[in-house]
């Protein structure tokens, strides 16, 4: 084999994770290896997020024409072909590609290897008939859907979000499996896009974020007609001519369904088989390598970051990245919080500590003030009411977290990053002028309402408090 000396970091995985550490290695001056064995970007690049958000915009688009009687305009139920719509898909996906093309990262000082990395020692690894000898190793490889075993399964075909983002037909009936974010946002793309959806939960839906945020998104959805059960698992899947049936079971109750397309939104495992982990004595845990804050493994020099470390999102993806990157090359790396986010519509995101976080954290010094978006001129004006901030402070009133529902969430939550980050008070933030008419208005609003309330009594729960919020 071809031998290669010092590389001060290798990469293995060129997906959003991956792409993050070698050009972070690049910037802070170390000499930089990309491994990938499939296509520069990821499935997060070419079957998962970019393609989901182009399908999105193509089913708001569509909302839109459908609710544009608000507007003043004729309503109209759009004729959607799938075929097109998939054809765009791709073509967004292409044109992004330039982005991570191996000509610009070459050009930016990494080198890009194509092949299957595996491990042959410590700090050795094997691609093909070359031998890379590394200063550090970054695992970035991913990861893979988790599909339950079902009775039935085998028998039928299924899709997985990457899968269903390639289909030419709109599904009659689609039943999704898992009720996270990635299983919601696929559910209401083709909602809009006209099929009847199903969406079907062994726990809550969203169960892992604030349920007051939760439900705020869970109620739009069922009010756009989509069919969501909790605690419902799937008992057998069957084949027909016509479809399939499907027999659900909710406590002792259960019922058939018939659904055309059926898709596991049930979650991801990291892709680590065939690395070759066994060869580095790694410290374990349920088959996993045990993790540092920093993204360090038990190995000083080797890390793990994106979803081969369980890290969901790419926005977490890539700061876990940037942040273990640091770690092994013994620098300063980024301290801000990182945006958790639901990309329905209206989306959720969270950043910082949660309501619950901040109560058991300042054990029970923790401040909670709300406002809604219906209050602003923008809301009125384009006929968007929903949706609402929730601050989380500390007693002394510095910003912890901050959770929001509604339109143009994505654009807000930098600027409550950067408030935890450097510990404003709603005050503070609260004098930065925002354009009119702007959602960003509310944030101004919600200043005024933690004045108004701060230091008084704090009223019902939180449910009483978003009903008076809501249009």
């Known amino acids: 084999m071809a031998e290669q000396h010092r590389i001060d970091l290798v990469v293995i995985g060129a997906g959003p994770a991956g792409l993050a550490a070698a050009e972070r290695g690049v910037e802070l001056g170390a000499r930089v290896a990309l491994i990938e064995a499939g296509e520069l970007g990821g499935v997060a690049h070419n079957w998962g997020t970019l393609p989901a ?30 075929a097109r719509v998939n054809a765009r898909i791709r073509q967004v996906v292409e044109a992004a590609s330039p982005d991570i093309a191996r000509e610009r990262l070459e050009a930016a000082g990494i080198e890009v290897i194509a092949g299957t990395a595996r491990f042959t020692g410590p700090m050795t690894l094997a691609v093909g008939e070359r031998t890379l000898r590394a200063q550090n190793i970054l695992i970035a490889t991913g990861s893979r859907p988790l599909v339950p075993d079902i009775p039935g399964l085998d028998a039928i075909d299924y ?13 009659g009936h689609l039943l999704v499996v898992g009720g996270g974010a990635t299983g919601l946002a696929l559910a209401q793309a083709h909602l809009r896009l006209g099929a009847a959806v199903t969406v079907v939960d062994m726990l809550e839906p969203l169960g892992d974020h604030d349920p007051e945020l939760a439900e705020a998104v869970l109620r ?43 898709v596991f939104a ?23 390598p045990v993790l540092r804050p920093d993204g360090r493994t038990s190995h000083p020099r ?53 309501e619950q976080e901040a109560l058991k954290a300042f054990k029970g010094d923790a401040i909670v003030t709300r406002t809604g978006f219906a209050a602003t001129d923008a809301a009125r004006a384009r006929a968007e009411p929903h949706g609402h901030i929730k601050l989380i402070t500390r007693g002394d009133g510095r910003i912890v977290g901050a959770g929001m529902v509604g339109p143009e969430v994505g654009e807000l939550a930098p600027l409550f990053g950067l408030a935890i980050a450097l510990k404003l008070t709603p005050e503070t933030l609260g004098s930065a002028i925002a354009p009119h008419p702007s959602f960003s208005q509310a944030i101004a609003q919600l200043a005024r309402e933690y004045r108004r309330r701060h230091g008084r009594e704090r009223g019902p729960g939180w449910r009483a408090a978003v009903k008076r919020l809501l249009p």
């Open 266 to 288: 049930t979650g991801r495992r990291p892709a680590l088989d065939g690395l070759g982990l066994d060869r580095l004595r790694l410290r374990l845990e349920d088959g996993r």
């Open 302 to 354: 080797i890390a793990m970051a994106g979803e081969a470390a369980g890290v969901r999102g790419e926005a977490a993806a890539r700061h876990g990245a940037e942040r273990a990157v640091a770690a092994l090359l013994r620098r300063d790396g980024p301290d801000a919080p990182v945006p958790r986010m639901v990309q329905t519509r209206p989306a959720l995101i969270e950043i910082g500590l949660s």
């Open 159 to 171: 899709f997985t979000p990457e899968t269903l983002i390639e289909i030419t037909r709109r599904p």
């Open 53 to 82: 958000q182009a399908l999105a915009a193509t089913a708001e688009r569509a909302h839109q024409m459908r609710e544009a009687g608000a507007l003043g305009l004729a309503a109209a139920d759009p004729k959607v072909n799938f």
């Open 220 to 262: 739009r959805l069922r009010a756009e007609g989509m069919d969501i059960r909790a605690n419902t698992g799937i008992v057998s899947l069957e084949q027909h001519d016509e479809g399939l049936e499907v027999a659900l079971k909710s406590g002792p109750e259960e019922e058939r369904i018939a659904v055309s397309h059926i």
